[in-house]
């Protein structure tokens, strides 16, 4: 079955950097778009990156030029590099896929798009 596990989150102070990782199992990793999300104390869950099976990406304007995602199909894993962390960017990250049909070279940061969830991996930034 597909399964996703987020790991690698850990207390960083501001400014700092963090990297993220994805690992898939169950499915063919190459084949499927991937996003992170993350979602604050109060907050709704917020799409912020995400990486189409061709490898294009897309961010959201809050992490643009900050946060980099990329993936390494042999791998099965996909990564999001976190520079110049604030403080806003406090939250539970998680990864996410598609359930088929997929369009290659497209990935969107809508929630409702994903259908296949890992459990999160706890990002702090002290303030």
């Known amino acids: 079955q597909v399964q996703l596990v987020e790991s690698g989150g850990e207390l960083v102070q501001p400014g700092g950097s963090l990297r993220l990782s994805c690992a898939a199992s169950?499915?063919?990793?190459?084949?499927?778009?991937i996003a992170w999300f993350r979602q604050a104390p109060g907050k709704e869950r917020e799409g912020i990156a995400c990486?189409?099976?061709?490898?294009?990406?897309y961010y959201a304007d809050s992490v643009k030029d900050r946060f980099t995602i990329s993936r390494d199909n042999a791998k099965k894993s996909v990564y999001l590099q976190m520079n110049v962390v604030k403080p806003d960017d406090a939250a539970i990250y998680f990864c996410?896929?598609?359930?088929?049909?997929?369009?290659?070279?497209?990935?969107?940061?809508?929630?409702?798009?994903?259908?296949?969830w890992g459990q999160g991996t706890q990002v702090t930034v002290p303030s």
């Open positions: 996410a896929t598609i359930r088929p049909p997929i369009r290659p070279g497209e990935c969107q940061l809508s929630p409702d798009s994903y259908a296949f």
């Open positions: 990486i189409s099976n061709t490898g294009g990406t």
């Open positions: 169950g499915f063919t990793l190459g084949y499927y778009p």
